[in-house]
C-alpha cells in the first residue's frame, strides 16, 4: 500500500487556516498564491514547494537554511529569522504545527473513525483491548484491521513499528493517519497521552470517541506538568475534539470528567460498582484462561471471556465494549473479541499445562501499580501462592525501590530480586535496597538472583504448591539499560513460557 500525499494549496490556505485558529500574528505581502506542495517540521524532508515549520526549543537557524536550500518556499515561526522567504508568524508554534500538518493531510481524521484514550492508567491495555474487538468486526466484514497508535508499536497500515511517543507530533500524527485512510482502515484507535493534548500534537484531530480511564497523581515535574491541575485539565481537553465520550463511574473526580464531556454528542457511562452505568459488569469468575463476568451493554447482556487475570482489566474492557457501543460494532464482535487477545507486556497471561502456575507478566514498575495488581491477585487467588519476580531502575525513579519493595513486602508470599534498566548505578546495590525493604515489611522469603533470565527460572522452579508467579518491570521489552548503553535480552513472557514448559 502506497503512502499517503500531502495536497498541494497556495500559501493563502495555510494562512487562511492559521488565521481561523487564532494563531497567525503577522503575514507576508503578497505571496499569498505561492504553491505548497509539502509541509513539514523537519529539515531533511524539505523539498522544493515546501512549507517549513521550525518548531522546538533546540531549534537552530542552520535548519531553516538547509530546509530553503532544499526548496523550501516559505516558513512558519514564532521567530522571524529575516531570510529570503516568506514568514508565517505565528503566536503558538504547537498549535500552529497541527492545524498546518492536518490541512497538508486532508484532514484524514475525517475519512476514519478515530478512537483516543486518555488517564492516567489503562490507556494502552484499553487500546489493544479495543483494537482486538474492532479487529473481530473487521475480519466479520472482510476489512482492513484497525489501525493503532500506542506507546508500544504503531500500525496505520503502510507503516508499522516500535513507538517512539505514547502520541506523535502532528505531522507523524496526522501522516499516520492519512495513511490509514488510503489503506481503507475504517477505525484507528490510539493512546492521547497528556502532554500531547497539552501541547497540541492532536489539535485538528477529529475523535468518533473519546474514552477517560481514570485519573490519579503521576507525571507532576518541572518537565511534564507543575500541577495535578495542569495535568488533570490538559487531559480533558479530549472531550473538545470528540463526538462522543466514553467515561468510567468508577474514576476519582468522575463529576468534573463527566462536566467537561457534557458537551459531546452522547456521553456513555461503564461502571464495575454502579449499575446505573451504560455498560455494566458483575458476576465475575477466575479461571485459567481468564476472567468470565456478564457483561450488559443498552443493546445486550452476555458473558465475556477476559483474557486477564486481574479484575481492574475488566474496568479496561468495559471501557473498550463502551467505545464498541459508541460506534455501533455488532454483539458478536464485542462478545468474542477479547478471547484471544494478548497485550505485549501487560497483563500477559501464561497458564501452565497443569494448572499448578498461572504466569503473568505485566510493565508494572512503580509501587502504585504492583500494590494495585498484588492486591488484586490475592483476593481474586486466595488459595495461590502469590511470587513476584521483579527490581527498580537505576538513575532515575530512586523511590521506585522503596515504594516497589514495600507493596512486594506487604503482598507477595516469595519473592526474586533481579535487574531492572540498572543504567549507570550497580544492580546488587539497587537489589539490596529493595531487600532491606521487603525485610521491614516482616517478609524473610525473598532472595536475589541478578541474572533476570535465571531469576524468572529459579521462581518458577522453587514452586511447590498451585502459584500466581509474576514478572514485573520490563514488560514486552527487549532491551536491558546499562552503565555503557542498552544491550538486547529476551522479553520476559518468552522466558517464562521456557521456565512453565521445562516444569
Given at each position: ?267 456513555i457511562t461503564y461502571s464495575m460498582v454502579d449499575p446505573s452505568a451504560d455498560v455494566f459488569a458483575d458476576g465475575l469468575v477466575h479461571t485459567e484462561r481468564g476472567i468470565v463476568a456478564r457483561v450488559r451493554t443498552p443493546r445486550f447482556t452476555d458473558e465475556m471471556l477476559i483474557a486477564t487475570p486481574v479484575k481492574f482489566n475488566v474496568s ?188
Amino acid at each position: 500500500m502506497a503512502a499517503a500525499v500531502q495536497n498541494t494549496y497556495p500559501l493563502d490556505r495555510y494562512i487562511a487556516a492559521l488565521s481561523e485558529a487564532g494563531v497567525l500574528a503577522s503575514r507576508p505581502d503578497g505571496c499569498g498564491d505561492l504553491e505548497v506542495s509539502f509541509a513539514t517540521d523537519d529539515s531533511r524532508e524539505a523539498r522544493p514547494g515546501t512549507l517549513f515549520a521550525c518548531k522546538g526549543a533546540a531549534f537552530k537557524r542552520e535548519y531553516l537554511l538547509s530546509a530553503l536550500e532544499a526548496g523550501a518556499v516559505a516558513y512558519l515561526s514564532e521567530t522571524d529569522y529575516g531570510v529570503e522567504a516568506p514568514c508565517l508568524l505565528v503566536s503558538d508554534i504547537r498549535r500552529a504545527l497541527g492545524v498546518a500538518a492536518d490541512l497538508a493531510y486532508g484532514h484524514p481524521s475525517g475519512r476514519v473513525k478515530v478512537c483516543a484514550f486518555t488517564g492516567t492508567k489503562g490507556k494502552t491495555t484499553s487500546a489493544y483491548y479495543l483494537k482486538s474487538v474492532l479487529d473481530e468486526h473487521a475480519r466479520r466484514a472482510g476489512r482492513h484491521a484497525a489501525g493503532l497508535f500506542s506507546s508500544i508499536e504503531f500500525d496505520d497500515g503502510v507503516d508499522a513499528g516500535i513507538s517512539k511517543l505514547t502520541t506523535p507530533e502532528a505531522f507523524q500524527l496526522e501522516r499516520q493517519l492519512a495513511n490509514a485512510a488510503a489503506s481503507g482502515i475504517e477505525h484507528v484507535v490510539m493512546e492521547a497521552s497528556s502532554q500531547a493534548l497539552k501541547y497540541d500534537r492532536t489539535a485538528c484531530v477529529e475523535f468518533a470517541v473519546g474514552a477517560f480511564t481514570n485519573i490519579g497523581e503521576d507525571h507532576i515535574s518541572p518537565i511534564e506538568h507543575p500541577s495535578f491541575e495542569d495535568y488533570f485539565s490538559s487531559k480533558l481537553k479530549l472531550f473538545a475534539q470528540s463526538r462522543i465520550a466514553v467515561v468510567n463511574l468508577d474514576m476519582d473526580h468522575v463529576e468534573r470528567v463527566l462536566e467537561a464531556a457534557a458537551p459531546c454528542e452522547r456521553v456513555i457511562t461503564y461502571s464495575m460498582v454502579d449499575p446505573s452505568a451504560d455498560v455494566f459488569a458483575d458476576g465475575l469468575v477466575h479461571t485459567e484462561r481468564g476472567i468470565v463476568a456478564r457483561v450488559r451493554t443498552p443493546r445486550f447482556t452476555d458473558e465475556m471471556l477476559i483474557a486477564t487475570p486481574v479484575k481492574f482489566n475488566v474496568s479496561n474492557a468495559l471501557g473498550a465494549v463502551a467505545c464498541a457501543e459508541a460506534l455501533g460494532i455488532e454483539r458478536e464482535a464485542v462478545v468474542h473479541g477479547f478471547e484471544r487477545l494478548r497485550v505485549p507486556g501487560r497483563m500477559e497471561l501464561y497458564p501452565s499445562a497443569s494448572g499448578l502456575i498461572i504466569g503473568v507478566v505485566d510493565f508494572a514498575h512503580n509501587g502504585m501499580s504492583l500494590e494495585t495488581m498484588l492486591t488484586d491477585l490475592r483476593e481474586n487467588y486466595p488459595d495461590r501462592e502469590i511470587a513476584v519476580v521483579f527490581g527498580a531502575t537505576g538513575g532515575k525513579g530512586v523511590d521506585r525501590r522503596e515504594t516497589m519493595g514495600v507493596a512486594a513486602g506487604k503482598y507477595a508470599d516469595r519473592i526474586v530480586i533481579t535487574e531492572d534498566d540498572p543504567g549507570p548505578e550497580d544492580p546488587a546495590d539497587i537489589c539490596a535496597t529493595i531487600a532491606r525493604v521487603v525485610s521491614e515489611q516482616g517478609n524473610d522469603n525473598w532472595q536475589i538472583e541478578l541474572d533476570r533470565e535465571r531469576a524468572i527460572r529459579t521462581c518458577v522452579r522453587e514452586t511447590t504448591r498451585p502459584a500466581v508467579v509474576v514478572v514485573t518491570g520490563k514488560g514486552h521489552e527487549t532491551r536491558m539499560l546499562r552503565k555503557n548503553g542498552p544491550e538486547p535480552c529476551r522479553a520476559d513472557g518468552k522466558v517464562l513460557q521456557e521456565a512453565l514448559a521445562q516444569l
